[in-house]
């Protein structure tokens, strides 16, 4: 079982440093599903298995969308940034700053009691724990879904608008 666990945080872990340090702008949003994939089954791993549907459904599915939309109606990638001084002198700030957080969190687990602290199974299930959620804010969510979606039509309309005529938009 510890074998499988490595095993995911070392691909949840290449797979988000392959969409920070890719050059496609697309690739690192594919990237970046992947890792949220693999956030999910660590959520499986340690019994959470609403959080990890959750995480499925919300980051995998909604989010990467939403994100792929944007992606995609930009039409930018990070091609155009170059090797700039100004860009080398960011990604150098931006490895020294997650060196900073990775020892912290490193810090932090390891001085953490938590590990022996004994805690109780939650005498809740994921079918009581959903329907809980899903009883009285059922109506709630279908509203936000259609607002969602609404949003995100109007936006595809305002993008997609403002290109008709652009050279950049011929095959």
Known sequence: MNAILILTALGTIGTAIAAMAGRNLLHSVLLLALTWTGV?????????????????????????????????LTRRSRD??????????????????AAAVAGVLLGAILCSPLATLPRP????SVRQLGEELMGSYAPALLVVGVLLTVALIGAVVLA????????????
């Open 80 to 97: 155009d940034a170059g090797s700039s001084p100004a860009a080398q002198g960011r990604a150098l700030s931006a490895i020294i700053a």
């Open 40 to 72: 999910a089954v660590f959520y499986l791993w340690a019994g959470a298995e609403f959080a990890a549907f959750a995480q499925v459904l919300v980051y995998v599915g909604a989010i990467s969308m939403v994100v792929l939309f944007a992606v995609l």
């Open 160 to 171: 997609a608008g403002d290109r008709t005529g652009q050279p950049e938009d011929n095959p």
């Open 121 to 124: 199974a939650p005498a809740v």
